[in-house]
């Protein structure tokens, strides 16, 4: 099979969706592959690299639009500045792997069906033991949870751990991670490394024991018994159960130095947990680290990829944060993709098998129509 790789166009984007040595895993596979030149330049992988691994590099993306049976992405086709749309530009039959965002994409996804595009959506890879090398929204999350405790440490005046010095004793800065996923996992065990006092809060009472096996506090509340999907995810909750949390969160944000808002909802906006007043009960000099932001944000105030001053608190609207990590990032990725690719195809002359609980989730479109029935509730079709 024929696979390409474009430049990620998206601003900011500095993932690649295939890395060298997964080229030669394709290859040994007998599949060919196309990467479009600078394709992975931004993650550290050159023309070269690619070359010496074996794949063929193009010029630009219209050999990979016009050639390629499979087109691995990181980003959704988008419109181009030049008036075209990279959706429209995909040929008829292709296959496509990559984020689609299809909640806030519902055109291109419409799209893709009309011009009969088998379009793979990583954030549909059902969370299930099966699926979890292909669990591409686990993988990024890791890193998002990471560098968010880095964004916040670079912008507060103080330092993490505790120290003792001739000249007086720093106490240990006071971190709160708000949502105990991957992302906030990641988190907890970031701030612990670099010597914080790290306190967590999840309204899904079964992350408890992951908290405290971190070494971190779990904020205590009355929990729902209900407050996680089948999937893993956390559930949209009650205002009634929203303003219990706020409450239990607000209690401690007087004594917290960085605030790390990782709180979402599959397909839903993010929940509201910290309002703006809430932010004034922060210490001036404290941060807020929210990349949620393009989903509605954790906190009222966040603006995505800009940073404000709410009454001395800095307040982050962190943006794409695997981006900032785009080597370890696109890794990680790839190995997500190519994963899905061999599940789809264990033989290079096999055919998917659409009744697959893996397949059957991550395929939006096929055949001319979108096939997800989660997404076709969604979009009311």
Known sequence: ?????????????????????????????????????????????????????????????????????????????????????????????????????????????????????????????????????????????????????????????????????????????????LGVGVAGLQAIATAKRLGAKVEAFDPRPAVKEQVKSLGATFVEMEMPKDAETAGGYAKE??????????????????KMDLVICTAQIFGKKAPLLITGEMVKLLRPGSVIVDFTGDLGGNCELTQPGKTIDVSGVTLIGAVNLPATVPLDASGLYAKNVCNLFKHLYPKPDSTPD????????ACLTRGGEIVNETLKKTLSL
């Open 1 to 177: 099979m024929k696979i390409g790789v474009p430049l990620e166009t998206t601003p900011g984007e500095t993932r690649v969706a295939l890395t060298p040595l997964l080229v030669t895993a394709l290859l040994r596979d007998k599949h060919e592959v196309m990467i479009e030149t600078g394709a992975g330049l931004r993650a550290s992988f050159t023309d070269a690299a690619y070359l010496q691994a074996g794949a063929t590099i193009v010029p630009d993306a219209k050999p990979i639009w016009a050639q390629a049976e499979m087109i691995f992405k990181v980003q959704p086709p988008r419109a181009l500045p030049n008036g075209q749309h990279e959706a429209d530009a995909l040929r008829e039959g292709v296959q496509i792997i990559s984020f689609l965002a299809p909640f806030a994409n519902a055109e291109v996804i419409k799209t893709l069906a009309r011009r009969k595009v088998t379009a793979y959506s990583m954030e549909f890879v059902p969370r299930i033991t099966r699926a979890q090398s292909m669990d591409a929204l686990s993988s990024q999350a890791t890193v998002a949870g990471y560098k968010a405790v880095l964004v916040g440490a670079e912008a507060m005046p103080k330092m993490f751990p505790l120290l003792m010095t001739a000249a007086g004793t720093i106490a240990p800065a006071n971190v709160l991670i």
């Open 237 to 254: 909750l009650s205002p009634e159960f929203i303003q219990k949390e706020m409450e239990a969160i607000g209690g401690r944000l007087p």
């Open 354 to 361: 659409v009744a697959d609980d893996i397949v059957k989730g």
